[in-house]
């Protein structure tokens, strides 16, 4: 009998998973609207290139904030599943408020309403429920999967996305259509998440009662900016990485439609693939560390042979295939990234505040990385590759580092 009821537990855990998957993969799509239909969007709110990137720039600015704020506000619940529900209708009314035209003024409390609740309450709640579900030995297949996950369930709505831009006239039209339609995607997924949310994980998440001491432990924990800084490496690679399809086409003359096939590639293939591969590994060898510090040399060594390959079309193969494995290294990173929470020991309870921080200080290469790839590009012209090839390199050595030093330091505890 109670064989049966685990089973029945592990079945309901594995459709929630799935459900946290496709929210994960979706729930962004309305927030980055704009990087997929740029010039549509620009029309539709009657926005300038100035205006439409002073959005973002407060959209990736409140997002670092959020995190730090988001973990303690999560962890403050006594059951996820609240705040889940209450970002996916939140995110659901913005969107629906966004669909009628606001004001210019109006779009930056949206935006940055949007980027609180995605980058901050939900994707804090995202990363502690799947900590919460898996069991020690299972954290990296667990992220490795729910990073593939969201991938997919991401692909498939800009999918719809381009449809219902193809079955209208006016491509600006539509994105009032998309914003609601991914409103009502979002309405479905918080209330199915309220009602499938397992209720083991509440049990977890109060088996041990919240002490401050432990709070200022967390806070002067060695392990955990260690940790934090290692996301920052691959978030900093992840986002360096979207040079190098531009990089094919100055350097080696591909035509854009060539580099377009290459970056799809990149940007979904290898995410769904990669992803549960480098958990599986991780699971497989007991250490997520060990992984990502072989993936940064690894990744390494190709980003630093890429200044010394001649621009020349006879080695044009062997670059997409240096590109190629650089991505899937990449993404086979970001799937574990957050496997390490459970390495270095932060107490369940916790979980909440500390990927906030691990959010907040990891994804802080968002806010820089294009500014600066940017200024190199204008200023260096090509030769600017070059010191951006350098750069991502000490960047993946230093991840290794890192990842090196967290794995010994885990080792003496």
Request: glycine share 10%.
């Amino acid at each position: 009998m109670e064989h049966a009821e685990d089973k029945s537990i592990k079945r309901h855990n594995l459709i929630f998973f799935i459900l946290l998957a496709v929210g994960g993969g979706t729930i962004f799509k309305a927030m980055y609207l704009r990087e997929v239909f740029y010039y549509p969007w620009n029309e539709y709110f009657s926005l300038t290139n100035t205006q439409s990137g002073m959005l973002m720039s407060w959209l990736g600015f409140v997002g670092i904030i959020s995190g730090a704020v988001s973990g303690i506000i999560v962890d403050r619940f006594k059951n996820p599943k609240s705040i889940l529900t209450i970002a996916y209708l939140t995110m659901a009314a913005l969107a629906i408020w966004q669909s009628f035209r606001p004001s210019y003024q109006a779009m930056f409390i949206i935006v940055g309403f949007m980027s609180l609740v995605g980058n901050g309450l939900f994707l804090v709640s995202m990363t502690k429920i799947a900590r919460l579900l898996a069991s020690d030995n299972e954290q990296g297949r667990y992220f490795g999967f729910l990073e593939s996950g969201r991938g997919i369930a991401g692909t498939v709505l800009t999918l719809c996305a381009v449809a219902i831009v193809g079955l209208h006239g006016s491509r600006a039209v539509s994105i009032g259509i998309i914003l609601r339609f991914d409103a009502a995607i979002y309405i479905i997924l918080g209330f199915t998440s309220y009602y499938l949310f397992p209720k083991g994980v509440s049990a977890i998440e109060n088996a041990a009662p919240k002490k401050m001491s432990d709070l200022i432990s967390l806070l002067k924990s060695v392990k955990l900016w260690l940790a934090a800084f290692i996301i920052s490496c691959v978030i900093f690679v992840y986002q360096g990485g979207a040079y190098l399809v531009p990089y094919l086409s100055d350097a080696y003359g591909m035509t854009p439609d060539q580099t377009a096939v290459i970056g799809m590639i990149r940007a979904y293939f290898l995410a769904f693939i990669i992803s549960p591969f480098a958990g599986l590994l991780a699971d497989k060898i007991g250490s997520s560390l060990k992984v990502m510090a072989s993936f940064f040399i690894l990744g390494a060594l190709i980003t630093a042979s890429f200044i010394f390959i001649p621009h020349d079309s006879r080695f044009l193969i062997l670059l997409i295939t240096l590109v190629l494995l650089l991505g899937a290294l990449t993404f086979g990173m970001r799937g574990i990234m957050y496997a390490q929470v459970n390495g270095i020991r932060i107490p369940k309870v916790f979980t909440g505040t500390a990927m906030g921080i691990l959010i907040c200080i990891g994804f802080s290469p968002e806010a820089y990385v294009h500014l600066i790839f940017g200024y190199l590009l204008d200023t260096y012209k090509e030769f600017a590759y070059t010191l951006m090839f350098a750069t991502i390199a000490v960047v993946l050595f230093a991840g290794a580092l890192c990842s090196g030093l967290l794995y010994r330091i885990n080792k003496k505890v």
